[in-house]
């Protein structure tokens, strides 16, 4: 039975082993997807950490990184062996293998950024990016994945921290996901978030989106979602902006595509309501 579209599932596709053969991975994606990345109660205070630390359940693409190491350096570094790797695939006709990161340069040392050598003696920036990178799991797809045992997660749970900012958001996914504009579900309920960020749109296959118990105070950042076409499910109660004066109509209304707020689903009957009611209140105006 494939995964309800939306909610982090550790089902797989009812297809079986030998079909798995003859689709594209990227195929896969969209039949079955790995259980939720989860980072909640890690005491992050930025998206950065998310690099630092590992997740309490699922599995991020990348392990964490080693406190010696900077985070942005490792980013860097593997932004561009990322491109080079799809720079490889498009040269191949799209085919994903082993041999394109084992020749990356950035899997032999082409990274001028310090890193401690193997010896524990003197960083040498020769094998900066072997230290970075090349130990990192995840470089590409195995016989294993391509079968479906290992299954790419396209949710997130980043609930119950300190996050004050989301920016950077985007840049941190390729430590996090396999394929992060895949994301669909995201939870950064109960952190201390104050607007709804722009971060936020860089995912665009984004269906599921908790916001709930952060400290958002203008109810007009809530039409930034409207970047995001796929979003079906959004949570806001325990922000300021849900203390306001008809504040679920107001958010349906702008966001007719939603069928579910805070939690509860909207109606036919409700929804007809709404509209009714939006009407009235543009004639006012």
């Known amino acids: 039975m494939s995964p309800l579209v939306g909610e982090p599932s550790t089902a797989t596709s009812g297809r079986n082993r030998s079909e798995w053969l003859t689709i594209s991975i990227t ?4 039949l079955a997807a790995g259980p939720p990345v989860d980072y909640s109660f890690k005491d ?3 998206v950065l950490d998310l690099v ?6 699922g599995t991020a693409r990348k392990p964490a ?3 010696d190491n900077s985070p942005l ?3 860097e570094a593997l932004a561009v062996q990322d491109q080079a790797q799809a720079d490889s695939d498009a040269a191949n006709g799209g085919s994903s293998g082993a041999s394109a990161s084992a020749s990356s340069p950035l899997l032999l040392g082409g990274v001028g950024s310090t890193s401690v050598g193997s010896s524990g003696g003197t960083p040498s920036a020769g094998n900066s990016s072997k230290q970075l990178l090349s130990t990192q799991r995840g470089a590409a797809p195995t016989a294993a994945a391509v079968l479906g045992a290992k299954l790419n997660s396209n949710s997130l749970r980043l609930a119950n921290n300190h996050l004050l ?3 950077g958001l985007g840049r941190v996914m390729r430590h996090v996901l396999d394929d992060p504009s895949q994301l669909v579900w995201l939870d950064v309920s109960s952190n201390q978030l104050s607007t709804i960020e722009d971060a936020v749109l860089e995912f665009p296959s984004l269906q599921v989106l908790y916001y709930h118990g952060n400290n958002i105070t203008n ?5 930034k979602l409207q970047g995001l076409p796929k979003l079906n499910k959004l949570t806001l109660h325990g922000n300021p ?5 008809n504040y679920k109509n107001w958010v349906v209304a702008h966001l007719p595509n939603l069928r579910n707020v805070d939690f509860g689903t909207i109606t036919k009957v409700e929804r007809d309501k709404i509209e009714t009611w939006f009407k009235s209140t543009k004639k006012k105006h």
Request: proline fraction near 6%; charged fraction near 25%; hydrophobic fraction near 30%.
């Open 27 to 30: 195929e896969q994606k969209t």
């Open 219 to 223: 109810l007009n950042d809530v039409l």
């Open 241 to 245: 902006i849900a203390e306001q004066k």
């Open 52 to 57: 630092t630390v590992e997740p309490t359940s």
């Open 44 to 46: 992050l205070k930025s």
């Open 73 to 75: 350096e490792y980013l």
């Open 165 to 167: 900012s989301l920016n």
């Open 65 to 67: 990184l080693s406190p």
